[in-house]
């Protein structure tokens, strides 16, 4: 396989790619009939520069800060390379800014150029106008007319708007006329500028603008543990502003990848016209289609039911038994060879009753269900929040490598990932290469892992997960306090809780932030009471909540899909809410899946319930990779919360 493309800077990156993949696809995009147009790799770039030659014409200078407020398109990754072009870095975020984000960030990143998808974008712009004064020109990507060349963003301003294809056929001509400015910036661009400032999505509160360099996003191509390259076919679902998409969009990139932009509202359909081979998702994305698979498996006749079900449980014998004796099964106490002999046993037992069923099962029920996602998926890699872990072992059994991987924004995003040949399902996979994890106290800040005095080099030990590599952030943007808190002697706190198992491999326990403190003391971790709730076909969403509480709460949304094929069939949320069975039904699920027989201390138990009337939604309570804005939550629905502890 040919290899990637690996240089110091992005910018120079971009302009090899053109060079080396020239003919074959980069982008595809949706057109008009629902039949993919492709853009190639020197079209791509021939047009970038152009671009970026228009920009300097406009005045953008080396290490300037330029905005993209833009959801995924052809155009937001033109924009992109042409700004690298210039020498200077991008400031991205989707089109459903809001205007007092666009005020703060395009304030503070100090932006003087702006990029903005259409008119409506353009609109939320215009009406905090007055607050940007750095600002001097928008360049508006979709048009629905020809712009005037006098045109300005309000009647009182002096910022000019420009139609993006307009500058880039002047751009075409100052090229063609001789100007190379571009190539003189590319080549003086070094490893420590610049690439990208990335305001966080705010789970916690104001957005911190997370600088990145040109070097550091250059060390996660460099170090990706698994071979892609030129006949590989991605799909783009997660918004392309995000460190986690954007970087795979530049490991692609470099490796000669062709990316597919998709929606959300498309994704069924073109899973099955592009066919991809590869993709990065989140895990809603996943539990979303195991959940209409679930659905659709309970609509089939009983004999098919039961094929299913046999075909399920030959996999999930015979992919466990793989696992075991390749050392993939998950090890978090340093299991004696006792243990392991019986293990191995057992395992041995499965795999041999199960082997040929499932050979022929596969081939009858399993490679139907594989062809939902267009049938060449080779493994999707998926991150931005924990994939629950039913959801994992299905799609891992079903013959989908779910490839799961851990990281933020300051770090690149990738800290740790599973690969084809280190799949440790349960956990978030070893190290990324030239990475380097520890796991410390987080009251005394004393190391827990690796600490040759513990037992197992401190494996198996629960902590805060710190981690220092060439993938760290350079700091937040114009806060050094902010900076200070998390990044001390090259080490980033991430604030999340993980353990180090037996074989190497990462899992992650919670977030030190969303620890909850109940009234006696104890710390109780939401995500796996949370992820254990969520396998009930009958709660689409929930959140634990129960901070300074003698005990636990959830608020829940509940299924209308499955409390109909439970029997109970209703219109909306608030008629389901009114049915006195539906909140017997959920109180039931939960002491059902959160128990001592499913591993879960008392304190741990959820006694208070409240059901919403709305889903959680993107924007307002999650972010846009599905995160829980747990701040949001508990200020929206802090007198529910309140009352139903009282009740």
């Known amino acids: 396989m040919t290899c990637r493309i690996i240089l110091p800077n992005l910018a120079s990156l971009f302009a090899e790619a053109g060079k080396r993949w020239s003919g074959l696809p980069a982008f595809s995009s949706r057109g008009p009939d629902g039949s993919f147009q492709s853009v190639s790799y020197n079209q791509w770039i021939d047009r970038s520069f152009s671009l970026a030659s228009a920009l300097i014409g406009l005045g953008v200078a080396a290490r300037d800060h330029l905005a993209i407020l833009s959801d995924n398109r052809f155009e937001w990754i033109l924009a992109d390379a042409a700004i690298q072009f210039c020498g200077a870095a991008d400031v991205p975020r989707a089109a459903d800014i809001t205007p007092a984000e666009i005020a703060y960030i395009l304030d503070h990143a100090d932006v003087q150029v702006a990029f903005v998808e259409n008119d409506a974008v353009l609109a939320k712009l215009s009406s905090v106008g007055g607050q940007l004064p750095k600002l001097c020109h928008v360049i508006l990507m979709e048009t629905s007319g020809s712009i005037p060349e006098d045109r300005f963003l309000g009647a009182d301003s002096s910022v000019k708007v420009h139609d993006m294809r307009k500058l880039e056929l002047h751009g075409e001509v100052l090229r063609a006329n001789g100007d190379r400015e571009a190539e003189k910036r590319i080549s003086a661009v070094l490893p420590e500028d610049l690439f990208t400032i990335i305001y966080t999505s705010g789970t916690t509160g104001t957005p911190k603008g997370v600088q990145l360099t040109h070097g550091s996003i250059a060390s996660q191509i460099r170090n990706l543990p698994f071979a892609i390259g030129p006949g590989d076919r991605a799909l783009s679902i997660l918004p392309v502003w995000h460190s986690y998409e954007r970087v795979f969009e530049i490991i692609s990139i470099a490796s000669g990848l062709e990316t597919a932009y998709t929606s959300l509202r498309n994704l069924g359909e073109d899973l099955q016209i592009v066919r991809p081979t590869i993709m990065v998702s989140a895990p809603r994305l996943w539990e979303g289609l195991h959940r209409r698979i679930l659905s659709r498996v309970d609509s089939l006749p009983k004999l098919n039911r039961l094929l299913f079900r046999a075909a399920r449980f030959s996999a999930h014998e ?30 041995l037992f499965g795999w041999i009753l199960c082997l040929l069923p499932w050979l022929a099962l596969d081939r009858l029920v399993l490679k139907k269900l594989r062809a939902l996602v267009g049938g060449r998926l080779r493994g999707t890699i998926s991150g931005g929040g924990a994939l629950p872990p039913h959801v994992d072992v299905f799609f891992n059994d079903i013959g989908i490598p779910v490839l799961e991987g851990y990281g933020l924004t300051e770090s690149c995003p990738v800290l740790a990932v599973r690969t084809w040949k280190h799949l440790v399902i349960g956990t978030v996979g070893p190290p990324f290469p030239e990475t380097e994890l520890r796991i410390v106290d987080p009251l005394t800040g004393a190391v827990l892992f690796p600490n040759h005095s513990r037992r197992g080099g401190g494996r198996g030990v629960r902590g805060e997960i710190h981690a220092k590599g060439p993938q760290i952030m350079k700091g937040y943007y114009k806060d050094p306090e902010g900076t200070a808190r998390v990044l001390k002697e090259g080490w980033l706190a991430t604030g999340d809780l993980g353990v180090m198992t037996f074989n190497d491999c990462l899992k992650i326990v919670g977030r030190r932030k969303e620890t909850i403190v109940l009234l006696g003391g104890e710390n109780v971790e939401p995500l796996p009471i949370e992820s254990r709730l969520l396998e009930s076909e009958l709660i689409e969403q929930c959140m634990v909540v ?5 005990h636990l709460g959830v608020l829940i949304v509940p299924s209308l899909t499955g409390f109909s094929a439970a029997g109970i069939s209703a219109p909306d949320l608030l008629s389901l809410k009114s049915r006195k069975e539906v909140t017997l039904m959920l109180r039931q699920e939960i002491s059902r899946h959160i128990s001592a027989a499913t591993g879960f201390k008392p304190f741990e138990r959820v006694t208070a319930l409240e059901i919403l009337e709305r889903p959680f939604e993107v924007g307002t309570e999650l972010t846009m990779t599905f995160k829980l804005k747990r701040h949001v939550i508990a200020e929206l629905y802090a007198a529910t919360i309140e009352g139903m502890f009282e009740a």
Do not use: N, P, T
Request: glycine share 8%; proline share 0%; with cysteine.
């Open 546 to 550: 129960g901070q300074d509480k003698k």
């Open 318 to 347: 015979v992919r466990s038994a793989c696992s075991f004796f390749s050392g993939q099964e998950i090890d978090l106490s340093g299991r004696s060879y006792f243990v392991s002999l019986m293990m191995a046993l057992r395992h």
